[in-house]
């Protein structure tokens, strides 16, 4: 797989530690996420990347070239902070000016309006649109020189519902036209729904890196119930299939080490003389499982 983007030992200092010694890799196609919460180092890891904050130490390779030079640029759409468009010009004037400055033909100019769904409202000023909409307007901007990775800071801040659905499924519909995304959020459910990788920062470290499936990608568990909780738990135990069984509520949990449906486990147990009276298969959520990570890298 083609590499877009890799990042090596990427630290910053200010007073204090910004981005500690990150380092990943961003593969053509995909969409990444940088989750964290705020002051973790998103935008400063996106700012290093784009050349406007000085690295302390550490380094990158944008399409296989060290660092980042203004011809790697022209090839980077990025959205970092709102960009200012003329209030008073419509949105299609906007998208005009932007195009002149990054020498992008005006044949784009329709199309990306269409790909945030714009396209019926290019003729209205620009002050006339709602926070979703100048926030899609920023995306087809940053669309104007077809760029082969696309950069968005917390696209989805400050939106209603609604317009956090829109944005979302314009990311999406971008990266299936197999644009690269790196998208930086403070919200799991947003990473989870529109990115396949994720790189968790806290403080600066990177605490997870790698594919979001994988993240969540724990067997579950089964709660259990049986009148004889003594022989079901000696019984678990005894099948070798679990990682932990323990009793919460009047309810046992064994955690699944070894893939088993609850049907073979029913009749496994019920050979070993266990009536059951409840049984189901769980999975944590991913939530669960980040907060379980949050929670294992401060110990
Ligand atoms: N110019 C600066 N001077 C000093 N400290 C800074 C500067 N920029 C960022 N920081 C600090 O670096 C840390 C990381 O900030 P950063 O903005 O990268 O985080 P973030 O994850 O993007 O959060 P947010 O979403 O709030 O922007 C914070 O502690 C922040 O206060």
Known sequence: MEKILEVKNLTKRFKQIAVNNISFDVEKGNVYGLLGPNGSGKSTTFGMLLSTINPTSGSWKWFGKDGTDTDTLKRIG???????????????????IVATIKGAPNSRIDKVLETVNLLARKKDAFSTYSLGMK?????????????????????????????????????????????????????LDEIEKICSHVIVLKHG?????????????????????????????SALNGLNLFSSVKEKDQ?????????????????????KG??????????????????????????
Do not use: C, W
């Open 78 to 96: 990025a959205i970092i902070e709102q960009p200012n468009f003329y209030p008073y010009l419509s949105a299609e004037k906007n998208l005009e």
């Open 135 to 187: 926030q899609r307007l920023a995306i087809a901007s940053a669309l104007l020189a077809n760029p082969e990775v696309l950069i968005l800071d917390e696209p989805t801040n400050g939106l209603d519902p609604e317009g956090i659905i829109q944005i979302r499924d314009i990311i999406n519909s971008i990266a299936k036209s197999g644009t690269t995304i790196i998208v930086a959020s403070h919200l």
């Open 205 to 233: 470290t990177a605490i997870y890196s790698g594919s979001v499936d994988a993240m969540s990608n724990t067997k579950g568990f089964f709660e259990l119930r049986s009148d004889d909780k003594t022989l079901l738990i």
């Open 251 to 271: 309810i046992v949990i064994a955690q699944i080490s070894e893939d088993i449906s609850a049907s073979e486990l029913n009749k496994k147990l019920f050979e």
């Open 274 to 299: 266990v009536f059951l009276s409840h049984l189901t298969k769980k999975k944590e959520s991913l939530e669960t499982q980040f907060l379980e990570l949050v929670k294992q890298s401060n110990s």
